[in-house]
Structures are given as structure tokens and as C-alpha cells.
């Protein structure tokens, strides 16, 4: 381990070392033998916009990970895909759906007041919520359906709305075979009560410090930005400052103060990085302010397009690259498309084919495979 130079209070950390210690939490440095669901908890759970993104993001950090381990785990409710941080869909544990949601119920309904407040005057939303869960109760609903039953006693505004009220408002998880490796599915949701027996209750005065402290193992050193950029809250700091006293505290190269668990780990800034490929929307991209630990600010623009993100590959520990799967129709044949932003050194090059003939072997079992990177190698 690398020690930081300096104090305690203004010890400095490199974006290097930044990396390396964001990539060891995690798990990227190297593949670990772990149960699936303790790395979902481990990692605070998984982004699940897309219902492929969580194999393909545990795939990569895991040792010998097979998807039927994660459907199995959704199939049996031991896992559930829930709207959580950045009111975004998330793939977690059924004990953690029981303790984020309550803490980030607020945000669920003031991003709903940003984007519907204008177009929801009128409804009453306590009715709403309570005609909502008995429909969604009696039976999983998309939100088209939801939002056809609701108009019937809102006449007068829109279906999305009044869908959109459903679901900030109530704690809804979205039910399989939808999220089940290799099956597909409408979107359908019910309460997390119904479906697992048990609502989210109050949480506990510290819960929200405890949340954050694991959020620092596992994304951290952070800032107080990265903190709320991670989560979608707003107004930390003092949830951090009561922190304080219990955390280690860092600088990066901005002088931005950094926060951290005292065991977590910094690695030698030398590490040797492999090559990984991240699935679109993977939380290592999504969850800090500054993200210059992973990406570089020229590339940043280039692993989005409008609203959809890109699926990415790191060499070195940095992201240098997208990249896409073409398939035959017959699905005889697939090829991994990488396109590097810069050119790879013949070591990249190389590790890129050896990790994307692994991926082909995960995604596309039994077809005839190709790795082809664009542009230039040195």
C-alpha cells in the first residue's frame, strides 16, 4: 500500500492513486470470488436502466460469475430492481431495497416535482398513492396500464403523469421474468411490500451516515459533491461533518477535501490496471462530480450521446473507449467492436483482445467470435 503524503487532515492524493483506490473498491483490479449478492451489497447496488447492465457489470468484477446466479437471486426476491439513487433503477438486495428506499423517498418526489408539478395540479396525490397501490397490489402493472386505470379518475391529465405520481410517491419494484438473464418481460411493478412481505419503514436517525460510509468504501475518497452526485441528495454536508470525527480526510490535485472510511484501501498508484469492459450506465461513470479519477475531461463527452450512455473499456484503470457487439442475424457469429479515443500501447492491444474474447465467450456462447479495435495501436 502507498502511503499519502502530508498530514492527516491535508494528506494529497494523485488522480492516480484516486484510481487505483476507486478501482480496488470496485473490485476492478482484479476478478474476486464473492457471492453475487454480497457484491451487489458490497457495491451498494447495481444501475439496472437496462436489465443486461448488471451481469455484464458483475461479469467483470467477478470470479467465475454465471447470470443464473443473479436471475435466481431476482427470481427469489433475494435481489429486487427498485428506483433509488439519482431516482434512477437499481438492482440491490432485498434487505438494502428495505433501507435505501425510505432514505431516498424525498428525492423520488422532488425529481417528480421538477419534471410534473405543473402538469399534477389538481390531483390529490394522498388518493392517488392509495388507488395506485391497491391497483398494483391486485396485480403487477406496467405504467401504461397504471396510468390508463389512474386517468379514469383524473380525466383530465395525462397518463404519464399521473403514472409518473404512482411512482415517486410508493416504493415499487419491478417484477420478473423482466431483469432475468436471457428472458424478456414487460415492465411490470407492485409494492415492495406485496412483494416481499415487508415495507420499508422509518429510518434510523444514523442510517444515512452509515449508507454514506459505505458508499466511501466503496467509491471513495469523495467529496461532499461526490457524495451527492453518488446518492441524488442534496444538502450533506452536515450529515458529513457529524461524520467527520470517524473518517480520514484527503485533498486531490484540485484541493478539493476528500473524505474516506479509515480502512479503506490505497493501493501503490503503479498498479497494474487490466483491461475491463463496463456495461452503459455502470455506477463506476455516474457517481462522482469530479470524474476525472476515471475518465479524462476530453474523453467525457464521448461516452454519451443525448441521454444514453456508452458501454466502456478501461486500460490502464482510466476509460479509453467504447465499445458495441455485432451479431448476425443468425446469431452464428458476433464481433466486439472496440474504438479507442486514443491509440492503445501493444499491451492495451493485447489485453483488449484477450478480455473481449472472454466477454464474446460470456455474451454470445457457442458463436463464432471477432475482436476488432479502430484506429491505430502504438
Sequence with gaps: MSQPTGTAASAALTTRALNRAFLERQLLLRR??????DAVEHLVGVHAQVPEVPYHALWARLEDFRPEDLSDLLASRRTVRIALQRSTLHL???????????????????????????????????????????????????FSELGTALAELWPGHDQL????????????????????????????HTTVEQWLGEAPGEPAADALEGVLERCLAAFGPASVRDLQVWSGLTRLREVVDRMRPRLRTFRDERGAELYDVPDGPLPDPETPAPVRFLPQFDNLFLSH???????????????????????????????????RIERERSG???????????????????????????????????????VRVTGNSR
Design 92 to 142: 440491490v438486495t432485498a434487505r438494502d431495497c428495505l433501507t435505501l428506499r425510505p432514505l431516498l423517498q424525498e428525492l423520488q418526489e422532488r425529481r417528480f416535482r421538477g419534471s410534473f408539478r405543473k402538469r399534477a395540479e389538481g390531483v390529490d396525490l394522498a388518493r392517488l398513492t392509495e388507488v395506485a397501490r391497491g391497483l398494483v397490489e391486485e396485480r403487477p402493472l406496467t
Design 289 to 323: 462530480h469530479d470524474r476525472t479519477r476515471i475518465i479524462a475531461d476530453t474523453f467525457r463527452d464521448r461516452i454519451w450521446k443525448g441521454n444514453q450512455a456508452f458501454s466502456v473499456v478501461l486500460a490502464d484503470g482510466f476509460i479509453r473507449g467504447v465499445w
Design 332 to 370: 452464428a457469429a458476433a464481433v466486439l467492436v472496440v474504438d479507442p479515443f486514443e491509440p492503445l500501447t501493444r499491451a492495451e492491444h493485447a489485453g483488449v483482445e484477450e478480455e473481449g474474447a472472454r466477454l464474446l465467450d460470456f455474451v454470445a456462447p457457442g458463436a463464432a467470435h471477432d
Design 32 to 37: 474476486t470470488r464473492m457471492p453475487a449478492a
Design 161 to 188: 403523469t399521473l403514472s409518473m405520481a404512482a411512482r415517486a410517491r410508493l416504493p415499487l419494484v419491478q417484477v420478473p421474468p423482466r431483469g432475468l438473464w436471457g428472458q424478456g418481460g414487460l415492465a411490470r
